[in-house]
């Protein structure tokens, strides 16, 4: 006779009302922190071709957008601007001038909405002549780490006073984290938090986020400061300095391809824990799901759950209003 078996987990799974009381994991609006392109000049709203439904706003467009965003319930968005190339330099100068396109943006966001929270991007790429997030020597073609510390460091300052709550360092230099604190207390903001960018890998998945922003590497590539996507142990290295360091979040980069460093990075720090699902990733999903591969809905809904169950309490997503807008629907 047959074996009947004695466990039978199905039963967890027998209706909808059982499943979501068995439920571990739950998406919620307020877990997301949505990217926003910035770019200059007026009435401008220019979708990335490579991103489906993510555009380029000009400073007056963008506070309709997040308007839009905030009455679905996102309340965190990352800005990043997308610098003419005249006004970029090996120094990234134009990154802490107050009057620039950047900072101007975020002041505006604040003042129309002071309850929303900020996190702005430090990193020389989008205002570099080089396009990278460091300076480069021009002879050797070095990234140099600690005089590119001082830039970041007035960036981050510049920002502060822009009125950002969360400093976002994308830029892995070493000892950044621990620099920028330093300038934002020295200078009385105490208050504004640091997001480090903990592990942030050399990921191809970056690719269409560069072409939103013109901000590739004119020349080489970003491996001498972001990580080897080998390697797991050099996560927790990361993680221990940007404690040290008095980060107030860490973060992981890419999201996907790297769960189980989130997860890893989850049990081994009582920081909050972010991901940042980036653009490579929303451009795969996208794609597949135009040619009607998958379907586009349900794949974001179990990505972004998955990056939670990774161990993420917040994710920073393209998603973000097309999730928040699934969320609401229930
Ligand atoms: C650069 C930066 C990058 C992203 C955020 N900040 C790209 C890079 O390192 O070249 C990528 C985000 C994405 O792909 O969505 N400081």
Same mark, same amino acid.
């Given at each position: 006779?047959?074996?009947?078996?004695?466990? +039978? =987990?199905?039963?967890?799974?027998?209706?909808?009302?059982?499943?979501?009381?068995?439920?571990?994991?739950?998406? #919620?609006?307020?877990?997301?922190?949505?990217?926003?392109?910035?770019?200059?000049?007026?009435?401008?709203?220019?979708?990335?071709?490579?991103?489906?439904?993510?555009? !380029? /706003?000009?400073?007056? !467009?963008?506070?309709?957008?997040?308007?839009?965003?905030?009455?679905?319930?996102?309340?965190?968005?990352? =800005?990043?601007?997308?610098?003419?190339?005249? *006004?970029?330099?090996?120094?990234?100068?134009?990154?802490?001038?107050?009057?620039?396109?950047?900072?101007? &943006?975020?002041?505006?966001?604040?003042?129309?909405?002071?309850? @929303?929270? *900020?996190?702005?991007? $430090?990193?020389?790429?989008?205002?570099?002549?080089?396009?990278?997030?460091?300076?480069?020597?021009?002879?050797?073609?070095?990234?140099?780490?600690? #005089?590119? *510390?001082?830039? *970041?460091?007035?960036?981050?300052?510049?920002?502060?006073?822009?009125?950002?709550?969360?400093?976002?360092?994308?830029?892995?230099?070493?000892? +950044?984290?621990?620099?920028?604190?330093?300038?934002?207390?020295?200078?009385?903001?105490?208050?504004?938090?640091?997001?480090? /960018? %903990?592990?942030?890998?050399?990921?191809?998945?970056?690719?269409?986020? +560069?072409?939103?922003?013109?901000?590739?590497?004119?020349?080489?590539?970003?491996? %001498?400061?972001?990580?080897?996507?080998?390697?797991?142990?050099?996560?927790?290295?990361?993680?221990?300095?940007?404690?040290?360091?008095?980060?107030?979040?860490?973060?992981?980069?890419?999201?996907?391809?790297?769960?189980?460093?989130?997860?890893?990075?989850?049990?081994?720090? %009582?920081?909050?824990?972010?991901?940042?699902?980036?653009?490579?990733?929303?451009?795969?999903?996208?794609?597949?799901?135009?040619?009607?591969?998958?379907?586009?809905?349900? &794949?974001?809904?179990? @990505?972004?759950?998955?990056?939670?169950?990774?161990?993420?309490?917040?994710?920073? %997503?393209?998603?973000?209003?097309?999730? #928040?807008? $699934?969320?609401?629907?229930?």
């Amino acid at each position: 006779m047959a074996l009947i078996p004695t466990h +039978r =987990p199905r039963r967890n799974r027998k209706s909808e009302v059982i499943r979501e009381l068995v439920q571990e994991t739950n998406l #919620a609006t307020h877990d997301f922190i949505y990217p926003l392109f910035l770019t200059e000049g007026q009435n401008q709203l220019v979708e990335v071709k490579s991103m489906p439904g993510i555009f !380029r /706003y000009s400073a007056d !467009r963008i506070i309709d957008e997040i308007g839009v965003c905030v009455e679905l319930g996102i309340k965190a968005f990352a =800005p990043f601007p997308q610098i003419k190339e005249e *006004l970029k330099d090996h120094l990234a100068r134009e990154s802490a001038n107050p009057d620039g396109l950047y900072l101007r &943006t975020v002041a505006d966001i604040k003042r129309h909405f002071p309850e @929303v929270v *900020l996190m702005t991007d $430090v990193a020389m790429d989008p205002y570099s002549s080089d396009g990278h997030d460091g300076i480069v020597d021009a002879e050797s073609g070095e990234i140099l780490n600690d #005089a590119s *510390l001082e830039i *970041l460091g007035q960036m981050a300052l510049a920002q502060a006073r822009a009125g950002a709550d969360i400093i976002g360092p994308s830029d892995m230099m070493d000892g +950044r984290v621990a620099f920028i604190r330093d300038v934002l207390d020295r200078n009385a903001f105490q208050q504004v938090s640091i997001m480090s /960018y %903990t592990a942030k890998y050399a990921s191809a998945f970056y690719g269409p986020f +560069r072409d939103a922003l013109g901000s590739a590497p004119k020349k080489g590539d970003k491996k %001498t400061y972001q990580m080897n996507p080998a390697n797991r142990r050099e996560a927790l290295r990361e993680l221990a300095l940007d404690e040290q360091e008095g980060a107030d979040m860490v973060m992981i980069k890419p999201a996907l391809s790297y769960l189980d460093i989130i997860r890893e990075v989850r049990n081994a720090t %009582t920081l909050p824990v972010t991901a940042y699902n980036v653009s490579g990733e929303y451009a795969m999903i996208k794609a597949a799901a135009q040619n009607g591969w998958v379907d586009g809905e349900r &794949t974001m809904m179990e @990505v972004l759950l998955s990056i939670k169950r990774a161990g993420a309490d917040a994710i920073l %997503t393209y998603f973000a209003k097309e999730a #928040a807008q $699934v969320l609401r629907r229930g």
